[in-house]
Nanobody, 117 residues
């Protein structure tokens, strides 16, 4: 059973930064892609950023230029560096992994990010 454990969330002021981590219980090289979704209260879960097995990245328009997704295959960990945070970035952030193109196969438990003054 694959486990994904997120960490790094918290409370930050607008304009601040956070780095989220997602540690996998298995080699992340086995996955077609990994990444992050987020879900704000009363809203659907939306894709934020992805990184593929080949290292390609993709971002939702609202975070381009502010967020960076990366990975460390030696540590089996994926990161989301979030800079210039805005109140609208407030959400529960979920790490995911998928074996093939399509829907995610595995989810983390979520980590809360709150951007507020």
């Amino acid at each position: 059973q694959v486990q994904l454990v997120e960490s790094g969330g918290g409370l930050v002021q607008p304009g601040g930064s956070l780095r989220l981590s997602c540690a996998a219980s298995t080699s992340i090289n086995r996955f077609y892609s990994m990444g992050w979704y987020r879900q704000a209260p009363g809203k659907q879960r939306d894709l934020v950023a992805t990184i593929t097995r080949s290292g390609g990245t993709n971002y939702v328009d609202s975070v381009k230029g502010r967020f960076t997704i990366s990975r460390d295959t030696a540590k089996n960990t994926v990161y989301l560096q979030m800079n210039s945070l805005k109140p609208e970035d407030t959400a529960l952030y979920y790490c995911y992994a998928q074996n093939t193109l399509g829907r995610p196969d595995y989810w983390g438990q979520g980590t809360q990010v709150t951007v507020s003054s």
